[in-house]
């Protein structure tokens, strides 16, 4: 008997170092599926943006008067949603590239939408149309480069301002009352279908600038300038209880940095809107009770995004002036700094 249970030892110790051996051996198993719900769409060019970017007044946001507000000035918080909701009484919705690369576009008319969201305050919202974004930053400005799908950055907002944006709507020959995967393609390969263009130019945005910092994004918004912010950062899908998804994977993705939040104990978050439905992320939305279709992510993960420097601001006037009012709600030296401010900004005005 003795014999058997040295050889039942035996085995159980055996069995024990392999399984103690399979269990450091293991990888971890990552906390989110490698799969994403949508496509992608961002191709990065440090030389294409480049030259955008010189030919601008003010390259950067730092340049502008919106870039010169004292960050401790600046508001708690910015929602440029909220905008929108004021209006109607419901968040701008959710929207969806689908299968097509067509990011950049979707990110640019997003901030588009969220300046003039701001520069308009109390008038119906405005809903851009994608393809025309699309096809003309790769076809007008890109000159057809790209032969995949995709597009950058800077070549969208240089698109927007040297041409134009166009509102949903059906026009002779083209009913873009709703986004079309197929007519997407299309004008990425061919460009602006020559009809459209007279009308697009009518609308052109007039001045676009680089975001490349935490602190730039915070300036901007807390003016209502929208940005299409563009990295190789991806993310979780899952929002944690405060809206929050953690950095995770890669994504050649442009996305709406829309808003910016700092909590009680100091520490800043930035509101992304994604482009892939109302239900590609889930979990709570968080401060401000955003659309379903974003996420909010840390201010260092984002700081990071804008330095790999394609991420763009939008003004629907010539420069960024300080849009005052949202210091306003902070303290008396806050209020002596807006009047003063306020009194020395140069009146624009625009087309709209």
């Known amino acids: 008997m003795a014999k058997w249970f040295k050889i039942l030892a035996a085995i ?26 949508g496509a992608f769409g961002w191709v990065a060019d440090p030389d294409a943006v480049a030259e955008v970017a010189k030919v601008q007044p003010s390259p950067t946001i730092a340049q ?16 440029l949603w909220e905008l929108e909701r004021n209006v109607t009484g419901q968040n701008p919705p959710p ?76 026009y002779p020959g083209y009913d873009l009352r709703s986004y079309s995967e197929s007519l997407c393609r299309d004008f990425g390969r061919l460009g602006v279908p020559d009809p459209l263009e007279p009308t697009v ?29 563009s990295s190789s950062q991806g993310f979780q899908m899952q929002r944690d209880s405060r809206g929050i998804c953690g950095p995770f994977g890669r994504w050649m993705h442009c996305m709406c940095l829309d808003g910016y939040h700092r909590d009680a104990d100091g520490t800043e978050y930035g509101h992304i809107e994604n482009s892939w439905g109302a239900d590609a992320h889930r979990g709570p939305v968080g401060w401000g009770n955003p659309s379903t279709a974003g996420f909010w992510a840390r ?9 790999q420097g394609d991420s763009w601001a939008f003004s629907d006037v010539q420069g960024f002036p ?18 003063v401010s306020k009194a020395t900004e140069p009146h624009h005005h625009s087309n709209r």
């Open 299 to 307: 201010a260092d993960v984002i700081d990071k995004m804008l330095r």
């Open 64 to 79: 502008t008067p919106a870039g010169g507000v004292p960050v401790e000035s600046l508001p708690d918080h910015a929602y």
């Open 95 to 170: 929207q969806n590239q689908k299968s097509v690369g067509s990011c950049v576009s979707f990110g640019t008319a997003r901030a588009i939408e969220r300046t003039l969201a701001g520069q308009r305050q109390g008038a119906p919202p405005v809903r851009l149309v994608e393809e025309v974004i699309y096809g003309g930053s790769r076809v007008e400005i890109g000159g057809g480069r790209i032969s995949g799908d995709g597009s950058i950055g800077a070549w969208a907002a240089e698109f927007v301002k040297q041409y134009g944006v166009l509102e949903r709507g059906a």
């Open 12 to 37: 159980l110790g055996a069995l024990a170092t392999v399984t103690a051996a399979f269990v450091l051996t293991v990888a971890p198993v990552d906390p989110e599926p490698v799969a994403v719900p």
């Open 322 to 339: 300080a849009r005052l009012d949202w210091l306003l709600q902070n303290n008396p030296k806050e209020r002596a700094y807006a009047a």
């Open 201 to 229: 130019r009518k609308f052109p945005v007039k001045s676009i600038t680089q975001v490349t910092t935490w602190t730039e994004a915070k300036q901007a918004l807390a003016s209502r300038y929208g940005i299409a912010i």
